[in-house]
């Protein structure tokens, strides 16, 4: 008897042992902190999300996933970022329909692509919009918020707890569903939880649930991470002000979800972040989408959300630079899922990926791009793929610095100081021998991405930028010299020339090009010349240049003569 048990164990453990081993291994996807930036780690492989939103109606049929995901794949996108919509997905209370969402997948697995799913729940862009009808039929079960007037806005209240289930119930299944067909490939590669959250009309809910949580004491860790000593209710703490309303809506909605993001982590842990829409143009809150995961109230969304890994801003507006740097903090990584979709967006795709090691950048709309935008979209993003093994490795280890430079008609140049060696890089177009400069048109932005291999040794992967190196000592001996035309010929005549001469003795050493290549980037990092460039495409050895509208990987070899 004993014996018999003996082997049934032996057997059992037997069959344990093989279907472990049978059993296909559980991919993991996580979001990984390097010296600069994040990126995106799949079984401890990172990628740069080279990505595209589509429009909201882009993949609400089967026929619509198939026809644009190879679309998306032709320009170049390793990342489609999809719209799943709640009213799609939950078309009766309990009733699940995933067509859509395993189509996603199913095509994005078919043309090598990942997918970032934007939960479209209680929330897209303020309004409740894409609740099913069963949902917004029932506004008793389900309220809306208030204004301060008593107007219920087409906004669930996020102070209803019948709300919050109900979204919950649904964004959980559609979490379980992605772990039963995707636990083991990982095509879903990170959530979007709900679209641009905000208060619009009116600063704060006035709900009769929300009117009771205004009169609560505030929280002491939002206090704490404010750092503020005051204690009491929010309006003794914020005073009845309008900022002090989107603070208080900031942190219900944090909370809120927060309750989503711990749930889905507990049921399939893959990245999570949340999107704001950008607080431009002076507007007050409640005259823009107010409370969402805006830079201003980014410690109480990390307060209040730290399952989320992210906050990223989508960006329209004017001042690309300055809202892409309120949003690369050292808790917060910078992921850019909607950008205006335009002849600009190569430009700040290598921009945010040098200056900020960015997670990744994404055009929004991306496909219905406009015909001058595909090609700029498509150059640099292969530009981008070929650079990705050196552009990848300060995940690997090697610490190299990298920076990134954009440049438009009235930003049009910087400096960068690398210890002793000084880079002197400025839009394409100051170069004044190419007609579109001056022909009265817009210019297109030029961006690059500067990553320093080794000492004298730089890789630029750029679009309409001419960088131009000198020691300190040239840089600070520098007098504002005559331009060069493109023939190497002062473009000003003797008088002014003599003006600007050098009057004290030249001191010090300069910094000459030992070799310009344009190169493609091996898996191991290493490079091969594509062409080598001198003469005419270096301006006879003077600068580094890569025309507007072209795209390319150059390394650059520097040296020191006297
Ligand atoms: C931002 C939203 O997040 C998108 O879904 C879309 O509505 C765009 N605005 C339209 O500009």
């Not at 390793?78 to 996603?104: A, I, K």
């Not at 003469?535 to 520097?558: A, M």
């Amino acid at each position: 008897m004993r014996n018999r048990t003996h082997i049934l164990i032996r057997t059992a453990c037997l069959l344990c042992a093989l279907w472990w081993l049978s059993a296909p291994a559980k991919a993991t996807v996580k979001l990984v902190s390097g010296t600069t930036g994040a990126h995106i780690e799949i079984n401890g492989q990172p990628m740069l999300l080279l990505g595209g939103e589509l429009s909201n109606s882009a993949a609400t049929s089967v026929a619509d996933i198939q026809e644009v995901f190879p679309r998306m794949q032709a320009l170049g996108l390793n990342t489609l970022l999809v719209p799943l919509q709640w009213d799609l997905t939950e078309p009766s209370e309990g009733r699940f329909d995933f067509t859509l969402l395993d189509t996603t997948v199913k095509a994005a697995r078919e043309c090598s692509m990942k997918v970032v799913f934007l939960w479209f729940g209680a929330w897209k862009n303020s309004m409740s919009c894409y609740a099913p009808a069963w949902f917004k039929a029932d506004v008793k079960r389900f309220p809306r918020a208030v204004t301060a007037e008593g107007k219920p806005l087409e906004i669930a209240s996020a102070f209803s707890e019948q709300v919050f289930r109900a979204d919950s119930a649904a964004f959980t299944a559609v979490m379980r569903h992605i772990k039963d067909i995707d636990a083991t490939q990982n095509t879903v590669v990170m959530m979007q939880i709900e679209n641009e959250i905000g208060m619009l009309e009116s600063a704060r809910d006035h709900s009769t649930s929300a009117e009771k949580a205004y009169k609560k004491t505030v929280p002491s860790a939002l206090l704490h991470s404010m750092g503020l000593k005051k204690k009491g209710s929010w309006a003794d703490v914020f005073g009845q002000s309008d900022s002090g309303d989107e603070i208080f809506m900031a942190w219900h909605y944090a909370k809120y979800v927060e309750r989503l993001a711990k749930t889905a982590r507990a049921i399939h842990d893959i990245p999570l972040y949340v999107n704001a829409a950008m607080n431009s143009r002076g507007r007050k809150p409640g005259e823009y989408p107010s409370a969402g995961p805006l830079a201003h109230l980014m410690p109480v969304w990390k307060t209040a959300a730290p399952s989320v890994d992210l906050m990223a801003p989508d960006i329209y507006d004017t001042g690309f630079k300055n809202w892409a740097k309120q949003y690369a903090t050292p808790n917060n990584p910078l992921f850019i899922p909607e950008s205006r979709c335009c002849s600009n967006s190569g430009a700040r795709a290598l921009y945010v990926f040098g200056a900020y090691d960015a997670v990744g950048f994404s055009p929004f709309a991306i496909d219905n791009a406009a015909a001058d935008a595909k090609p700029e979209i498509q150059k640099s993003y292969a530009a981008l793929r070929e650079a990705a093994p050196l552009l990848l490795s300060n995940k690997q280890g090697k610490a190299q610095k990298s920076w990134g430079v954009l440049f438009d008609q009235t930003d049009k140049d910087t400096l960068i100081a690398d210890g002793e060696t000084m880079l002197q890089c400025a839009h394409y177009f100051t170069l004044p021998w190419d007609p579109r400069a001056t022909n009265g048109s817009t210019w297109r932005e030029g961006g690059a991405i500067i990553k320093k291999l080794a000492e004298k040794d730089y890789l630029i992967i750029g679009s309409g930028v001419v960088i131009t190196f000198l020691t300190n000592s040239e840089w600070e001996q520098k007098k504002p010299a005559s331009q060069l035309g493109e023939d190497g010929f002062a473009t000003a005549g003797s008088q002014q020339r003599a003006a600007e001469k050098q009057t004290k003795r030249f001191k010090g050493k300069r910094l000459g090009l030992a070799s310009v290549e344009e190169v493609s980037v091996n898996d191991d990092g290493t490079t091969s010349r594509v062409r080598s460039f001198c003469g005419d495409e270096t301006h006879q050895g003077r600068h580094v240049r890569i025309s507007v509208d072209d795209y390319k990987v150059l390394r650059v070899k520097l040296y020191e003569y006297q």
